[in-house]
C-alpha cells in the first residue's frame, strides 16, 4: 500500500511538474524517464531502509536469544524461543521476526544453527549480521563460549546505534531544510502563475523559454540530488 501510495505521489508530481515548469504535455516525454529514475531510487531507499531496520532490531533478536540461552536452552531451541518473544514483542510482520521464524522452520526441516545464520546473514545485506554469522559459526565449531560472543555483538551494536540515532538528531533540521528547499520552486511558480501569470508568459512561450525552464528544471533536480546525498551517513 505504502508503494502504490508512492507511485501515485510521483505521477502526480510528475504531472504538476509539467504544468507549472512548463504548461504542455509533450514536458513529459522527458518527465516520464525522470519518473522512472525516481521509482527505482525509492525503491532503493526502501531496501536500504528495511536493511537499516532489520540492523536496529537484530540486537533485540540476539538480546531475546541471549536471555534463553543463559536460563540453560540449547542455541537451537533459544532461537525458537527468541522467534516467539519477538512475535510478541514486535509482530509477525516486522523483518527480524519474520527472519527468526524462517529460521526456527529450517531448523526444523534439518538445518544447523550455524547454516540458518549464514543464510541469514547473506540475506539480509547487513554487514553486521554477516560478521556475527560468521564469528558464531566459528565460534560453534571451535567450542567457544557462544553467549560471551553475543553478549560481546550485542554491547557493540547498541553503542552503534546510539552513535547513528545522535547524528540523526542532527541531521533532522537538515532533512527539514531541504524539504522546504524541494517544494519552494513549486510554491513561487504556483503563486506568479495564480497572481501575476503574464510575469512568467515569456518562459512558456517558444524554444527559448522553454530551453531556460528545462536547464532550471535540471538545476533544481541536481540540487535536490545533491540535497539528498549530503544526509545520508552510513556508520
Not at 103 to 111: A, H, L, P, V
Not at 134 to 140: D, L, N, R, V
Not at 146 to 175: N, P, S
Request: with cysteine.
Amino acid at each position: 500500500m505504502k508503494e502504490l501510495r508512492f507511485v501515485l505521489g510521483q505521477i502526480g508530481m510528475c504531472l504538476l511538474t509539467a504544468f507549472l515548469f512548463f504548461q504542455t504535455w509533450k514536458s513529459l516525454a522527458f518527465l516520464v524517464p525522470v519518473l522512472l529514475i525516481r521509482l527505482y531510487r525509492e525503491r532503493n531507499v526502501l531496501k536500504s531502509r528495511r536493511s537499516r531496520r532489520l540492523e536496529e532490531h537484530f540486537r533485540d533478536g540476539l538480546q531475546c536469544l541471549l536471555a534463553s540461552l543463559e536460563a540453560g536452552d540449547s542455541v537451537e531451541n533459544s532461537i525458537a524461543h527468541a522467534a516467539e518473544d519477538l512475535t510478541r514483542m514486535l509482530g509477525t510482520r516486522e523483518p527480524i521476526t519474520e527472519e527468526f521464524l524462517r529460521m526456527t522452520r529450517k531448523m526444523q526441516s534439518g538445518s544447523t544453527a550455524e547454516d540458518v545464520f549464514t543464510d541469514f546473514g547473506e540475506r539480509s545485506g547487513v554487514a553486521d549480521i554477516r560478521n556475527f554469522a560468521g564469528i558464531f559459526s566459528m565460534a560453534k565449531r571451535t567450542g567457544g563460549d557462544v553467549v560471551k560472543v553475543i553478549r560481546a555483538v550485542t554491547d557493540t551494536l547498541y553503542e552503534k546505534q546510539e552513535v547513528y540515532r545522535e547524528i540523526q538528531t542532527v541531521l533532522l533540521a537538515k532533512q527539514f531544510e531541504v524539504g522546504i528547499m524541494k517544494a519552494m520552486p513549486y510554491l513561487m511558480l504556483g503563486y506568479f502563475l495564480i497572481f501575476s501569470p503574464g510575469f512568467l508568459a515569456p518562459l512558456y512561450a517558444g524554444f527559448a523559454g522553454h530551453f531556460v525552464m528545462f536547464v532550471l528544471y535540471l538545476c533544481y533536480r541536481g540540487c535536490c540530488i545533491a540535497a539528498e546525498r549530503m544526509a545520508l551517513i552510513e556508520i
